[in-house]
């Protein structure tokens, strides 16, 4: 018997590949060949743009999808620019303008790139760097398949091998929590 292949659906468990490229086509990032990305369909794990382009597609497709920013990172917000105290960085300096550095904040610990440099004081971006940008990626479907029943409860998928949780983050997916 053959299977019908599966095509992507909500809670389809979707593995795949991509190189994501910025509108002047430089890759900022892409998979890892030895580590597709894996993720869990209609539950907002990947930029809006990008999943709203996998519904319907296969294992084995390969497809260019471009994604404006607002089903990106977003516009880039003015105000996100914000000089903040030299203490409050977990990065130590010397600070060179373009550097990400980490910053505390109410919300936790956010990466910020400096813009500006002085004595007591650096001005950072804490834009999402990809935020105002309009994303290429290509992509590469290697699996495509159900949901178990733990993965829809936890709304993400889980690692091929088994409950392993990617601690990592990826611009294609967010941040993995912990059990
Ligand atoms: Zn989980």
């Keep these: 018997m053959t299977e019908q292949p599966k095509s992507i659906a909500d809670d389809s468990v979707v593995t795949f590949h991509y190189k994501l490229s910025d509108a002047e086509g430089s890759v900022t990032e892409s998979s890892d060949a ?11 794990n990947i930029v809006p ?15 260019t999808a471009t994604v404006a920013p607002e089903n990106g990172y977003g516009e880039r917000n003015p105000n996100a620019v914000q000089r903040v105290p030299v203490k409050h960085l977990a990065t130590r300096g010397p600070y060179v303008v373009g550097q990400m550095v980490g910053v505390q904040t109410r919300e936790g610990l956010r990466q910020g790139r400096v813009v500006k440099v002085g004595h007591f004081n650096v001005d950072l971006d804490l834009n999402h760097p990809l935020a105002g940008k309009t994303l290429t990626f290509e992509i590469e479907i290697v699996d495509v398949r159900d949901a178990t029943s733990e993965e829809l ?25 912990d059990h």
């Excluded at 409860?153 to 983050?169: L, Q």
């Design 153 to 177: 409860a936890h709304g993400h998928a889980h690692g091929p091998e088994g409950h392993g949780h990617d601690h990592g983050h990826d611009h294609a997916g967010h941040e993995h929590h």
């Design 49 to 63: 743009g990008l999943e709203t382009e996998m519904a319907g597609k296969q294992s084995g497709d390969k497809f």
């Design 34 to 44: 030895a580590s597709p990305v894996v993720y869990l369909h209609g539950r907002n």
